[in-house]
Structures are given as structure tokens and as C-alpha cells.
């Protein structure tokens, strides 16, 4: 896709934010999602109306090895002026469920309300995806990313390796435990880069006290975020010594804060020493937050954007509670 194609998707999405007709903004919508998918293997047409199955869109991949079973995407479009809710998510459930979805998208203007997001992320029976259009701006610039990366033959070779340890791990978490350190940090490394953040792994020696540097834009304001990773084959625990020292680097390093992620927990004083300006800048995570992270980078791989519109939830989601 070119630049001109993507700077034009990006005007799009502009002007469906501030289109009021739903109509309208159907079309506008239809102008959007028909290059995105088409990108992915994706005939998309217009459902709307009579025998629409309750969808808005219908889109299907063909899979040359079983021509007679497409892959059926349903995607529903909600033009509300407020949080998309609960009840239409369940709703929705029931619509893929009655019309043998693979997975349905739910599309809104106006973003959805945190049990929406609850109920899917849920293991359900099919596969929600929940897309605003911070989102959609976040699946463009992540195709727009990825079409400058010009790799070396090794990089890209180590690069391929660690997204296809993220999809293992995502669909075999117990894998996680047969990883080396270094290797859990370099697919760390890709799975943020694929989330999209600027990523810079730090050498595996001489690091400075962190493995992972992060940084996204927030309302134009660049946001830097650390990351360590322990993964110790002896299985012990994180103590407060380790997690002071990563506090001083956030601050030395005036960053805005960090993730700790420790395969085999923490001791059980490991927090205790913690102020609540520290708690603020500080998150905690076990196995179960690399594993989440894996699992919403293979969703996001798909091509269909379902992370949270802002990073810094991609950041403190599955962490754990100070």
C-alpha cells in the first residue's frame, strides 16, 4: 500500500469522525476497510438491509487448499454518540454464533464502554475484535511502520524468529517455560514493536539496569517506558532489591515509567517499600502478562487492530494490583 493510499485512508477516517449521518458514514466506512482488507486477502460488500444477518459488512478470505470454506469476518458498525456498551457486544456474540462466523468485528465512532472491553477479551466461543478509530489510525501507522523497515537478512531472520515464538507462546503458554532469558526478550522486543511502539532492545550485557526501552505518542507528547525481564531457571523470586534498582533507572533516566515482567513471581515483600508516586509509574507482571501480551500481538498481527487505543493500557493491562 502506498503512502498516498495511506495518507488518504488516514483523511478518511477523519471525515467519518465528523460525518453525522449513518448512512453516510457506512460508505465513508466502507472507503476505509475495503483497502485495509484487501491488504489482508480480504474481499469485503456492503450487507446493509434486508437479510443482513444483522451485519454491515461482510468479508471473506478463500483458502486455495478449501475453496468451499472462506474465512467470514461480520462487522457491524455503531454511529453512537456515546460508549458502545455490554449489551451489544452480547449481541453480537449472538449474530456470529447464528451465522458461523470465524470472528466478528465491532466497529465505533465513539469508542466502547470498559465492560464492552471486558466481554472481549473474554474466552468466547467465537472472536470479538472491538475497533475505534484511535485504533484504526494505529492499524494504518503500523502498516505505514513496517513498509519502511529495511532489515538486514539476519535481522529479519531473528526478527521472523521471535514473532513466531509470540505465536507459540500465545497459543502454548506452557512453551514460555522451555525459553531462554534473551530469547523472551527479543520476542518481547518484536510483540511491542508489532503493538506499535518504537522499540530499542539494550545490549545483553551492559545494559543500564533495563532490557527494553519504549516509546508512543500521547496527544503529541512523546512517553518513554522501561522494560526488564527475569527469567531465572532457578526459579527464584524477584526481590525489593531489584525492583528499587529498576525505580532508580525509571528515575535517573526521567522516564515515565516501567514494567517489570518476572516468569516466577515476586517475594512477598517485593512491593512493600513502594511510595504511591512509585506505584503510579511502576507496573508488575508475571508469566500470565507475557503471555496476554503474546495473545494481543498475534491478534494484532491478523491485520485486524484489537489492542487498546492508547498504549499505555497495552502497557498496565494483566499487570499486577500495588
Not at 483523511?11 to 466502507?30: F, H, P, V, Y
Not at 449474530?95 to 472491553?117: C, H, P, V, Y
Not at 512477598?268 to 502478562?289: H, P
Amino acid at each position: 500500500m502506498s503512502k498516498l493510499n495511506l495518507a488518504n485512508l488516514s483523511n478518511r477516517i477523519n471525515e467519518l469522525e465528523q460525518e453525522t449521518g449513518a448512512l453516510e458514514a457506512e460508505s465513508k466506512l466502507l472507503g476505509i476497510l475495503e483497502p485495509l482488507l484487501e491488504a489482508e486477502g480480504y474481499d469485503i460488500e456492503f450487507k446493509h438491509g434486508p437479510g443482513d444477518g444483522g451485519i454491515d459488512f461482510l468479508a471473506q478470505k478463500v483458502d486455495e487448499a478449501n475453496p468451499d470454506l472462506p474465512t467470514k469476518i461480520g462487522i457491524q458498525y455503531k454511529h453512537h454518540r456515546s460508549l458502545v456498551g455490554a449489551n451489544v457486544v452480547q449481541q453480537i456474540i449472538g449474530i456470529s454464533l447464528l451465522n458461523n462466523f470465524d470472528r466478528m468485528i465491532l466497529l465505533s465512532k465513539s469508542g466502547f464502554s470498559q465492560q464492552a472491553w471486558d466481554i472481549a477479551k473474554r474466552d468466547l466461543p467465537t472472536a470479538i475484535e472491538l475497533i475505534d478509530l484511535n485504533a484504526m489510525r494505529a492499524w494504518i501507522a503500523r502498516i505505514e511502520r513496517n513498509a519502511k523497515k529495511d532489515y538486514s537478512k539476519v535481522i529479519q531472520a531473528i526478527t521472523d524468529l521471535s514473532k513466531s515464538l509470540a505465536k507459540i507462546i500465545a497459543n502454548n503458554p506452557e512453551e514460555l517455560m522451555n525459553m531462554e532469558w534473551r530469547d523472551i526478550e527479543r520476542m518481547l522486543a518484536s510483540v511491542f514493536d508489532g503493538l506499535g511502539f518504537k522499540v530499542e532492545l539494550t545490549p545483553s550485557s551492559k545494559d543500564g539496569g533495563k532490557d527494553i526501552i519504549l516509546e508512543f505518542e500521547i496527544s503529541g507528547e512523546t512517553q518513554s517506558y522501561l522494560v526488564e525481564v527475569k527469567h531465572w531457571r532457578c526459579k527464584q523470586k524477584v526481590g525489593q532489591g531489584y525492583i528499587s534498582d529498576f525505580l532508580n533507572v525509571i528515575a535517573n533516566e526521567k522516564r515515565q515509567g516501567g514494567l517489570y515482567l518476572s516468569t516466577y513471581g515476586y517475594s512477598s515483600d517485593a512491593f512493600e517499600a513502594l511510595t504511591e508516586i512509585e506505584k503510579r509509574r511502576f507496573y508488575a507482571g508475571s508469566e500470565q502478562k507475557i503471555i496476554s501480551l503474546c495473545k494481543t500481538y498475534v491478534k494484532a498481527d491478523s491485520g485486524l487492530w484489537s489492542v487498546p487505543s492508547l498504549l499505555t493500557n497495552v502497557i498496565i493491562e494483566d499487570t499486577i494490583a500495588l
